[in-house]
């Protein structure tokens, strides 16, 4: 679709702005080099491991972060030189066992190598009924000795038959020890390797890991600068500076409070999208959020009296965090004195988080650590920003408050 280079005039040019927003902010996972932001350590290390022989890569991380894009990018960037390249992404799920999983892979592997016209790279047999990470080597070893495959194998986490992942290891474990060009990349969400692999001390030296974080202010700015610079769009700073904020370092936030910025403005004819427009989005997120998260949201914080478990999870939400999305009670304290708007201290909420981080909280914290050094993040990343978003709908935090506690995550 070419894009409206000028203001729009007509509702048909209006309606073709729309349908360019919507298309450009859709929330799926990136397979376009060129929308693609930051991550520019991650995408070096994994193409240093492709290119060292026999080394496999496991990228992990929370949910949403932005695994699959990194997967499907990191090789098109370099691929103009590097042009060599045969890559396989194989969707692991509950259901697969060793030989499904891995003839899938086969057979994917073959596919990609004869659309890439590269035929003579792939040149193995791939319709096994059943198959042992040995005939998985033995019929790798048969690619053409310039190519580069790579197999990924998306969602790990899902596999469940601990046979699977035994073997698996055990084949990576292999394609260590014959030397064998293709790199296997495991990507899944975990928070450490030991949940996604099991046994994984035997293969350490076979494997490089990558653990993805959450993203920069600095990347998710860019994630919207990159696609806005397409239209004729503009944020103003301020209306990027909410978006960025608000997203806490989840890229697919980002992309999806920018798009319902972008459509208000539209609804209003404008091309300049402000603060007021965010405000706007935020109300059509809470009106689209899956019903999970208001059911999440309901039983941690229910309760027959008035003990502030809204705020104290909102003031959660709010918390400076470290690389990995955790926080102490200490980090709590500030914003929930900013919050109730009184200095409060650890023991106000001490049991709150208890809750939140218990059955009886419906676990939406999870915790980490013994007695002395407690962290929590939140179990699934992205009722982070619903409670934010939530919290600043009901007015729970005034501009005042608001100002001071979203600014701050901003300037580190
Ligand atoms: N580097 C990036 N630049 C721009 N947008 C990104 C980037 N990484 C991820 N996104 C966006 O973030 C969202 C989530 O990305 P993605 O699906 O890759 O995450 P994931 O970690 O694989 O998620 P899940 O754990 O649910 O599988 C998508 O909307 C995607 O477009
Ligand atoms: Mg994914």
């Given amino acids: 679709m070419a894009s409206v280079s000028r203001t729009p005039v007509s509702d048909d040019e209006w309606t073709h702005l729309e349908f360019e927003i919507s298309a450009l902010f859709d929330g799926a996972p990136i397979d376009e080099e060129d929308l693609f932001a930051g991550r520019s350590t991650e995408v070096r290390r994994i193409l240093e491991t492709v290119l060292s022989r026999s080394k496999h890569v496991v990228l992990f991380g929370e949910r949403g972060v932005g695994k699959t894009s990194l997967s499907n990018i990191f090789w098109k960037r370099f691929n103009k030189t590097l042009r060599s390249f045969v890559v396989a992404r194989v969707q692991a799920g509950p259901q697969d066992k060793f030989s499904s999983l891995w003839t899938r892979a086969l057979e994917e592997l073959n596919a990609a190598g004869i659309a890439a016209g590269k035929a003579e790279y792939v040149n193995f047999e791939f319709g096994y009924e059943t198959i042992t990470p040995s005939q998985v080597r033995r019929e790798l070893q048969k690619c053409g000795a310039n190519a580069l495959p790579i197999i990924i194998i998306d969602?790990?986490?899902?596999?469940k038959d601990s046979e699977t992942k035994r073997l698996?290891?055990?084949?990576?474990?292999?394609?260590?020890d014959f030397s064998i060009t293709t790199t296997v990349i495991i990507v899944g969400v975990a928070e450490n390797i030991s949940e996604l692999i099991e046994d994984h001390a035997s293969i350490g030296r076979a494997i490089v890991q990558i653990p993805l974080n959450r993203m920069s202010s600095s990347e998710l700015k860019e994630i919207i600068q990159k696609r806005i610079s397409r239209t004729v769009m503009e944020f103003t700073a301020d209306a990027v500076w909410t978006i960025v904020s608000l997203s806490r370092g989840l890229p697919y936030f980002t992309q999806t409070l920018s798009k319902h910025a972008a459509l208000h403005?539209?609804?209003?004819?404008?091309?300049?999208?402000?603060?007021d427009d965010v405000e706007a989005s935020m109300a059509k997120f809470i009106e689209d959020a899956e019903k999970g998260f208001q059911e999440s949201y309901r039983i941690a914080t229910r309760s027959n009296q008035e003990n502030f478990f809204e705020q104290?999870?909102?003031a959660c939400a709010l918390a400076k965090t470290d690389d990995e999305g955790f926080f102490t009670a200490n980090d709590v304290v500030e914003p929930y004195s900013a919050i109730l708007k009184e200095k409060k201290r650890i023991a106000h909420f001490d049991k709150h988080l208890r809750r939140f981080s218990s059955d009886e909280g419906g676990n939406i914290l999870k915790k980490r650590g013994g007695d002395r050094q407690q962290t929590f993040r939140f179990s699934d990343p992205m009722m982070q920003p619903y409670v934010i978003i939530r919290g600043i709908q009901s007015k729970m935090i005034d501009d005042t408050a608001k100002g001071v506690l979203l600014q701050k995550e901003q300037k580190e």
């Fill in 155 to 159: 969602e790990y986490n899902e596999v």
């Fill in 168 to 176: 698996t290891a055990n084949l990576i474990k292999e394609f260590y």
């Fill in 265 to 275: 403005a539209i609804t209003d004819r404008r091309t300049k999208i402000t603060n």
């Fill in 312 to 314: 104290s999870l909102l």
